[in-house]
């Protein structure tokens, strides 16, 4: 369980995060959704301190993050970044082997662990002993989430892990990261500003403005019973797309409904 | 073809000093670069965590790289006194920079999302150094130990300057000697030594990053193997320690002679003759191979030992000139010969003195000592004809020439060219056997060594006599190349054993036999 307290960072008098609380239930996949420059790099890299909070308080089970050293706490969080940061001079295996070398594991154990992520990321283990600039970038943002979870960390933390592929490659990944057992029993912070990613990913939406929360929820609340204006106004591009996912193909008369509305609109 | 071969039987014969001092290069290079890396790599690190020193950091290594290095070694001396120390010392200065330069911006290169990267994982700050900033800025930072590589074995031949060894002192002794293979055989080693060392680090440098990692281990130990080879350039252990320039170990009216003549046997160091006359005052050597009127004996106070069984050929300076010019003008003989046996020793070294210590203009000196000798006189009326003379580059050949011009312009009233500054006695000599110019003072020692390259038995047997000198140079003169000796001026610019007036005199040294005497009694 990870729990945000009054959470705020301000880069020199200017503040990006504002104030934010929130609590993220094991096992729950939370996604901070927002307009580019809205806070939310700050605010995840503040959960792994990589960007070290100017207020607030943030407890890992309970237990303060800011005690204790930052290295081990981040060697039990995996973080996964857009555009990748896999290490240039690593080969693959030793780019997805850095945590597990770092806890010390033995070199047999680190070598299966390794064996078995590429299968379940759909990789071909002759792939192994290559550099990263050899891969394709959807390949290389495959290995930047295994390397991730290498060490079976039980919290993920994920920034706009899609956001820098085509299409059809960013769908083909979504649909792997979605199957992939291993992510069921994990508590994963995914930032998007992807709003189709968000309600295809996400148990909870936390949609941020201007370094603040505006609203979260169950992406049905955040769509049907929307705070304020701004949230209403944020859906409203892709509402009916939305919606149609939301109800399902089965809900024949709310379908109609949400049509009509849509056309109302439209006119 | 000729020289060619030459060279090569010269490198053979003397291939045990070319191995030493090629042995000694390595070592002042790799000890320099050693240290430097040592220091200059964690100081490159510092500087990258600690951005508002680097600009300080920085641009002091890079002022220190502006001094020349000649200067450099200068100004240790007065700090670190002479040998390996100060060579060593400002070496690592000039390697400084370019391995701290190429840390700081190899791993400032690092590609910060890489580096963020590793800190999220989990690494330290000292495991994300080793494993991914210096891994990565690699190839940058070599690049850097190759430049400072290269620069100290290039400034490293001028180690020699300050008794340090190394290949210097063969180009050095070659320069003074005149000799062009005693130069190649130290300029091609340490050419092909800096070739050689860039070659081999470029290959370091673009290793892959497997074997970098093991690189990064086996560098010390090689830099410590190499450095090894530096052994002190000693050759007997003595109370004293002697100072001589490249040019004195190579004659053989110097330390030869030294060796067979008088069994000297003292503790020798190669050393610039323009900070010699300083390391002897300040007490970092005991004897040095100077000359007998330099002013610096007056400025630092030496004592010249007596040779007294004459290896030292003398050195009395007469006009040289041109015959048909004498012939031409009758008066200009007798006109010149009004200096001679006027300046003795002393009154030499008072000179120069005055020149080089206190900064007088030669020119203002020379009509000084006239005045004082009563032989000043203002220009007569001119008359027709002019008179080029010529000298070497050094004080004591300007206050002559300009003595000579005054004497010229005042007694007879003729036009005076002069052209000082013709370098070494090849080009003056030359300048004067082609009639570029009519006269210039030199050395019968010179004439005789240099000039006429006597034969070995005719320097015998004229055993350093004055006189005989000097009628066998002028008398070789005037047949070989139509040229008159005028008299000797009076004083005698020879090579001499010099040692602190104090010194000499607490240990009763009187001449050299002496100083022979007292280090045989005084075995360590
Ligand atoms: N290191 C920093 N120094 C100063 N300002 C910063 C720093 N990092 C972020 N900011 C500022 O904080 C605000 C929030 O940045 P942040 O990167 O968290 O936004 P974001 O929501 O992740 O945007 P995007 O979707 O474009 O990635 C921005 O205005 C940004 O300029
Ligand atoms: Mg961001």
């Known amino acids: ?267 | 073809m000729e020289q060619a071969q030459s060279l090569w039987q010269f490198m053979r014969q003397e291939s045990a000093k070319l191995l030493q001092q090629t042995f000694e290069h390595i070592g002042l290079t790799f000890i320099s670069l050693l240290i430097a890396i040592l220091i200059g790599l964690p100081l490159g690190i510092y500087i990258t965590r600690h951005k508002k020193a680097a600009g300080s950091v920085l641009g002091l290594a890079g002022v220190l790289q502006t001094i020349p290095s000649i200067a450099l070694l200068g100004f240790m001396i007065p700090l670190l006194g002479i040998g390996p120390l100060p060579a060593i010392t400002a070496l690592f200065l000039y390697a400084l920079l370019p391995i701290i330069r190429n840390t700081y911006t190899g791993i400032n290169g690092v590609d910060p999302l890489v580096k963020e990267a590793a800190v999220a994982m989990g690494m330290t700050r000292w495991q994300l150094l080793f494993r991914v900033e210096l891994v990565l800025a690699f190839p940058v930072i070599m690049a850097g130990i190759r430049t400072a590589t290269v620069i100290n074995v290039g400034v490293g031949t001028l180690a020699a300057y300050i008794a340090a060894g190394g290949l210097g002192e063969f180009i050095f002794g070659g320069i003074a000697l005149n000799n062009t293979n005693m130069i190649l055989a130290g300029a091609i080693p340490a050419a092909l030594l800096a070739i050689l060392l860039d070659f081999l680090l470029s290959l370091v440098q673009k290793m892959g990053r497997r074997k970098r990692q093991a690189t990064l281990w086996a560098m010390p130990i090689v830099l410590l193997v190499f450095s090894s080879f530096y052994v002190l350039p000693l050759g007997y252990s003595s109370r004293l320690l002697a100072g001589f320039t490249p040019e004195f170990m190579g004659r053989s009216d110097g330390d030869i002679g030294l060796r067979a003549v008088y069994g000297l046997k003292i503790r020798t160091v190669v050393i610039s003759d323009a900070v010699m006359y300083k390391a002897a005052y300040e007490k970092k050597l005991d004897v040095i191979s100077g000359y007998s009127t330099d002013g610096r004996l007056k400025t630092y106070d030496l004592l010249t030992l007596d040779d007294d069984r004459r290896i030292f050929p003398p050195y009395y300076a007469a006009p040289v000139i041109r015959k048909e010019v004498l012939e031409r003008y009758k008066d200009l003989g007798p006109v010149l010969n009004k200096l001679a046996g006027r300046i003795n020793d002393s009154v030499m070294t008072e000179l120069n003195y005055k020149v080089e210590h206190l900064g007088q203009p030669p020119e203002k000196c020379a009509r000084d000592f006239l005045v004082q000798q009563g032989l000043y006189r203002d220009p007569a009326p001119a008359a027709e004809g002019t008179i080029r003379l010529g000298s070497k580059i050094f004080p004591e050949q300007y206050i002559l020439l300009h003595m000579y011009a005054m004497l010229i312009r005042g007694y007879m009233g003729l036009q005076v060219e002069t052209k000082t500054g013709l370098g070494g006695t090849k080009i003056c000599f030359t300048a004067l056997l082609n009639n570029k110019i009519d006269m210039y003072p030199e050395y019968t020692g010179t004439a005789l060594l240099a000039i006429l390259q006597s034969p070995k038995e005719d320097v015998q047997r004229l055993g350093g006599h004055r006189d005989s000198v000097y009628q066998y140079v002028k008398r070789s003169f005037d047949e070989k190349y139509q040229l008159t000796w005028l008299d000797p001026i009076g004083f005698n610019n020879a090579y001499a054993l010099m040692m602190r007036r104090s010194q000499a005199q607490q240990l009763g040294i009187h001449s050299i036999s002496d100083l022979t005497t007292y280090l045989k009694k005084n075995k360590r």
């Open chain 1, 1 to 267: 369980m990870i729990e945000v307290k009054n959470i705020t960072k301000t880069f020199d008098g200017a503040t990006a995060v504002d104030h934010v609380s929130f609590t993220v239930q094991e096992g729950e996949s939370f996604v901070l959704l927002g307009r580019s420059g809205c806070g939310k790099t700050t605010l995840l890299k503040m959960i792994n301190r990589l960007i070290e909070p100017s207020s607030g308080e943030i407890r890992i089970n309970g237990k303060l993050t800011q005690e204790g050293s930052p290295e081990v706490l981040r060697r039990s969080i995996g973080y996964v970044f857009q555009n990748t940061g896999l290490f240039p001079h690593y080969t693959i295996a030793e780019n997805i082997a850095i945590v597990p070398r770092l806890l010390g594991w033995e070199k047999e154990k680190i070598r299966q662990r390794t064996i078995s992520l590429m299968e379940k990321l759909h990789l071909p283990s002759t792939y192994l002993s290559s550099y990263p600039h050899q891969l394709s970038g959807g390949q290389q943002q495959r290995i930047g989430l295994a390397r991730a979870l290498a060490a079976d960390p039980p919290i993920l933390l994920m920034d706009e892990p899609f956001g820098a592929l085509d299409p059809i490659t960013r769908t083909s990944l979504q649909k792997d990261f979605k199957e992939l057992d291993e992510l069921k029993s994990k508590t994963i912070i995914l930032v998007t500003h992807d709003v189709q990613e968000a309600f295809e990913l996400a148990d909870r939406i936390c949609l941020m403005d201007k370094g603040k929360i505006v609203q979260a929820g169950k992406p049905e609340e955040l769509l049907f019973h929307p705070a304020d204006e701004y949230v209403k106004g944020f859906f409203d591009d892709q509402r009916f797309q939305l919606e149609v996912r939301m109800i399902g193909p089965d809900d024949y008369p709310a379908l109609v409904k949400a049509f009509n509305h849509f056309k109302t609109r439209q006119s």
